[in-house]
Nanobody
Framework: VQLVESGGGLVQPGGSLRLSCAASGFTFSRYAMSWYRQAPGKERELVAA????????NYADSVKGRFTISRDNAKNMVYLQMNSLKPEDTAVYYC??????????????WGQGTQVTVSS
């Protein structure tokens, strides 16, 4: 199982980045996908999530209207389009996959993270 993030980097405030997460080794279309982030000295937080079929999304209040999560089940990819970036968006961004079956059965996986730095 692999989740490989890409697309991070250094961007000026107000700029945009598109993160990608390539999934392999599991049945991607059955898993809900999320992006989390962790800034230095802070806890990891949920940024955005999307259901397995892509029909529903949700976002942290801090990114609503600026970030968009999407997925392509044919390509086993999930994306995070980030616009109007702010210095407080600086963090390591992680891709997360979760499948919850009947009862307590759960399978979940994390990517290795990609650094996003917003600075002038």
């Amino acid at each position: 199982v692999q989740l490989v993030e890409s697309g991070g980097g250094l961007v000026q405030p107000g700029g945009s980045l598109r993160l990608s997460c390539a999934a392999s080794g599991f049945t991607f279309s059955r898993y809900a996908m999320s992006w989390y982030r962790q800034a230095p000295g802070k806890e990891r937080e949920l940024v955005a999530a999307i259901t397995s079929a892509g029909g529903s999304t949700n976002y942290a209040d801090s990114v609503k209207g600026r970030f968009t999560i999407s997925r392509d089940n044919a390509k086993n990819m999930v994306y995070l389009q980030m616009n109007s970036l702010k210095p407080e968006d600086t963090a390591v961004y992680y891709c997360y996959a979760i499948y919850q079956g009947i009862g307590s059965m759960k399978y979940d996986y994390w990517g290795q993270g990609t650094q996003v730095t917003v600075s002038s």
